[in-house]
């Protein structure tokens, strides 16, 4: 009967033991996860309301090729045949040859969807966040090509090289879980 | 093993090595893994087809009673070509504490229409987003209340708007221009058609990107219509649709938003277009009626909306948006033969520009809002001397930004329209902005483009969705 009692009772505490490893475990990702929602961690983000296509961002972030690249705000887009994002001023043709195309690395692939409206699509790894064609789009169109600082490539620098520049101070730091002004979703209003 | 053997043999070893390297520095193509950008990647389709329109086949009388006026605004830029009202009416210089003295609205389909104001009667070709339809509208100045409607079934979608052009207005004909350029001539007291012109497809013409914007043009009782394609410009009857006389084009210029303004000089009456191609002057009337006088190819872009400006020494203004900036011409008459030269031509950041309105002329300057590709001018309203657009004699400054909004002249008054239905009241200065006072017309406003209408001191404005009338009368 002691044995008996002695075993049992080694089982309980093995099983005890365990329930409060796993107890444990769980709670440290829940912790874990809880303060990586609540901790104030901070990224850099590129206002597309504020930022005046300088050209800089390509050139000075230490990435190379820079971790600013163009996003589209398919919403906003006018999906034109006369795109002022896509073409350069007075372009010979509204054709896709490269000396109609504004962008230095045919990074904007130009599809037909029907007439009159073509789309335009972003191509991350080709390109360099010049920002010729938010230049364009800003100019002559709605706006929906912009900005932004792409986190998985961003070294999130404490002291980043493209906002020490920034000629309209458009590089600020977000909240990390609002890491994007997306244009549409993020507006001059809302932010004021 | 000797010295001079084993230099012997490290030396043809380098020969040779660099032999191989020779070789593949010339055999391999750096650009090998790159794509050449070339013409049908975006499988671009081979255009709409032409649809079967029955021009002015819809009519619809809702009422026939109306409060008869005296004034009119007959046509784009008004009875001058001028955008400037001269009637004596005395406007408000400020929308006091009460607002804007709105007497009607309308809702319309997405567009950058204009109307046209015939004594009491107020014309507009709207796109009937559910009939699926080009309509001129007819109401009555004073109430708002529709008289009726007349157009025709056509598929138009949605392009930044639809509707771009106003209605020329005579005592006895109405002239409309849709977005796919049909042309409608109608009897202006009962709204019967007269006769239709499909003018993209009897002059093998393109509709210009996002739908035509040229305004057509009665001149006496004829019908000016620059069409582009297998003619430049064509001179129709509107008494009985024939064609009085076509100008030829050999050059295949285009159509462009531009309308055609008539203009004399040197002893000539002609009109004065900007087509895709070149600036030219066509003979008005003489025998020669309907041939080029003059042309300038400096002028040539691919998007053109304004109008030329054209001044009486003889100089014309053209400017447009998209980058292409502006240029001052000199018209030149010697024994009746007529040469152009270009003064200046520069970029929008250089001077006076503008993407769709048209340029003021008034006392001896010409006024504008600059496009946003303007530099540190974008969009604000300056004043030039024609001498030399490129000086701003002013700007409105950089807390006075407007858009691409119309702006003119009445009672001794600026009046501007931003995007956002915003209306500015300002004191026509060559010295400096003064602004009176400014509403907000239309409440979440957009796209407000379309240019004004004036008469006995109602004005007619609109945003891409909503007509609005406002007496303006002290």
């Known amino acids: ?192 | 093993m000797e010295s001079s053997q084993f230099i012997r043999i490290i030396s043809v070893s380098l020969v040779i090595l660099f032999l191989v390297f020779l070789v593949w520095w010339l055999q391999t193509d750096p650009t090998a893994g790159l794509d050449v950008s070339m013409e049908g990647a975006d499988n671009r389709g081979a255009g709409v087809e032409a649809q079967e329109v029955e021009i002015g086949e819809y009519f619809k009388e809702f009422s026939t009673g109306y409060t008869e006026l005296s004034e009119i605004w007959p046509r784009f830029r008004g009875l001058d070509f001028d955008n400037i009202s001269k009637s004596p009416t005395k406007l408000i210089d400020d929308f006091g504490s009460t607002g804007p003295k709105i007497l009607w609205t309308k809702d319309l389909g997405e567009g950058h229409s204009g109307a046209a104001i015939y004594k009491g009667l107020v014309y507009i070709l709207d796109y009937d987003e559910e009939k699926r339809a080009d309509l001129l509208r007819c109401y009555s100045l004073i109430d708002g209340k529709e008289m009726w409607v007349r157009g025709y079934g056509l598929n138009v979608k949605r392009n930044h708007g639809m509707s771009r052009t106003i209605p020329a207005i005579t005592d006895d004909y109405i002239l409309t221009m849709g977005p796919m350029c049909h042309v409608m001539c109608l009897d202006r007291e009962t709204g019967e058609l007269i006769w239709g012109l499909d003018v993209a497809g009897e002059y093998e013409s393109e509709v210009p990107l996002w739908y035509t914007g040229q305004c057509p043009l009665i001149d006496g009782d004829q019908a000016i219509i620059a069409s582009g394609g297998k003619s430049l410009m064509v001179a129709i009857d509107c008494e009985t649709g024939e064609k009085v006389w076509e100008t030829p084009n050999p050059e295949g210029w285009k159509m462009s938003h531009s309308s055609v303004i008539p203009f004399t000089f040197g002893g000539r009456k002609m009109y004065v277009y900007s087509a895709i191609g070149a600036l030219a002057g066509v003979a008005a009337d003489g025998d020669d009626a309907g041939k080029i006088l003059w042309h300038t190819p400096v002028w040539n872009h691919s998007v053109v909306a304004p109008s030329p400006v054209c001044m009486p020494d003889g100089k014309i203004f053209m400017t447009a948006g998209y980058g292409a900036g502006a240029m001052m011409a000199q018209l030149s008459e010697n024994n009746g033969q007529f040469s152009v030269e270009v003064l200046s031509k520069y970029p929008p950041r250089d001077g006076l520009a503008c993407e769709q309105q048209t340029p003021l002329f008034w006392n001896g300057h010409l006024f504008g809002i600059v496009p946003k590709d303007g530099g540190p001018n974008r969009n604000q309203l300056v004043c030039v001397h024609p001498d030399d657009p490129q000086k701003m004699v002013w700007t409105s400054g950089t807390e006075n930004r407007f858009g691409l909004g119309p702006y003119f002249m009445a009672d001794g008054k600026l009046f501007i329209l931003k995007d956002d239905g915003t209306l500015f009241i300002a004191r026509p200065s060559t010295e400096r902005y003064i602004e009176l006072d400014q509403v907000k017309v239309i409440e979440d406003g957009h796209d407000a483009w379309a240019p004004f209408a004036i008469a006995n001191g109602y004005l007619i404005m609109r945003d891409s969705k909503t007509l609005v009338c406002i007496d303006l009368n002290v």
Not at chain 1, 157 to 165: G, H, L
Request: charged share 25%; with cysteine.
């Open chain 1, 1 to 192: 009967m002691e044995d008996n009692s002695r075993s049992k009772n080694r089982r309980e505490f093995i099983q005890s033991g365990m329930r409060l490893s796993l107890a444990l475990a769980l709670g440290s990702v829940s912790g874990l996860a809880l303060s990586k929602v609540v901790k104030d961690e901070y990224v850099w983000q590129i206002d597309p309301f504020e930022c005046t296509q300088c050209g800089r961002c390509a050139t000075e972030c230490v990435m190379t090729p820079s971790a600013v690249k163009c996003v589209h705000a398919y919403d906003l887009c006018g999906y034109c045949d006369l795109c002022g994002g896509y073409f350069k001023p007075d372009a010979n043709q509204l054709s896709t040859a490269a000396e109609n195309q504004l962008c230095p690395t045919a990074a904007i692939e130009r599809r037909f969807i029907e007439e009159p409206y073509f789309e335009y699509i972003i191509n991350e790894d080709l390109c360099i966040g010049c920002a010729k064609c938010v230049e364009g789009c800003t100019a002559f169109g709605n706006g929906s090509l912009h900005l932004q600082i792409i986190h998985d490539i961003c070294l999130n620098c404490n002291e980043c090289a493209i906002a020490r520049v920034c000629p309209s101070n458009a590089i600020k730091r977000v909240k990390a879980e609002n890491s994007y002004l997306i244009k549409g979703d993020f507006s001059k209003e809302q932010e004021s």
